[in-house]
């Protein structure tokens, strides 16, 4: 509070209400506890200006913007540019300003041009294509992105090329859960066994024998 008690105790002096000097300090920097900044209010308030009559220290001032300011987060606009699941609806209201959005703020448009560079070519049966990729976006804002895919270049084209994927085990928390319940201590087989019974009861034809 250093940096702010002679601000406070002027704004006090020429009879600024307690509101306004919060705001007017947090405003020129101020980070910390908002409990203590108006302890400190209250403190100076009380010790040099008796005939004020000084707000409860322990309330709290939050920012509040007008009703009709809308509030787009960037968790929920990078959510919006890169759902590609058409089961996911998307949020409304980014879609109606989106556009508004990208021409004021031109990386908005990059970043999903570069997100769905990069969907077409793992959804695609070209391997190849990841080459191109990564010629083009290197030395760009996702540069630390392509050198990781370089780093693993072969496993990438293999999952591009191979029908066989590994994102249900990976999204399955099911499995997983099978998998530390059995593996350490039964070994590969029994975990086998114990994923089929799992997934498998449910299923007229299954017959407990065949894991025998």
């Not at 008796?50 to 509040?64: A, L, S, Y």
């Not at 890169?82 to 209201?93: A, F, G, Q, R, S």
């Not at 928390?173 to 319940?181: A, E, G, P, S, Y």
């Amino acid at each position: 509070m250093t940096d702010y008690i002679n601000i406070i105790f002027k704004m006090l002096r020429d009879g600024l209400n307690d509101d306004t000097i919060y705001f007017y300090v947090v405003r020129k920097g101020y980070r910390g506890s908002a409990k203590t900044l108006w302890n400190y209010i209250y403190c100076i308030e009380k010790n040099n200006f008796p005939d004020r009559i000084p707000m409860n220290p322990n309330r709290v001032k939050e920012w509040q913007y007008p009703r009709a300011v809308i509030i787009i987060k960037r968790n929920n606009l990078l959510k919006y540019l890169l759902t590609k699941n058409p089961k996911i609806k998307k949020d409304e209201t980014i879609g109606k300003y989106i556009e508004a959005i990208k021409v004021k703020y031109p990386i908005v448009e990059k970043l999903e041009t570069m997100f769905n560079s990069f969907y077409s070519v793992v959804m695609g049966d070209n391997p190849e294509d990841i080459d191109t990729f990564l010629e083009i976006y290197d030395g760009s804002e996702i540069d630390s992105f392509c050198k990781g895919i370089k780093k693993d270049i072969i496993p990438v084209k293999n999952a591009i090329s191979s029908e066989v994927s590994s994102g249900f085990i990976e999204g399955n928390n099911k499995f997983k859960l099978i998998k530390r319940i059995v593996y350490g201590r039964s070994k590969l087989v029994n975990l086998s066994k114990k994923s089929i019974l799992a997934f498998s009861v449910k299923k007229e034809d299954f017959n407990l024998f065949d894991l025998i």
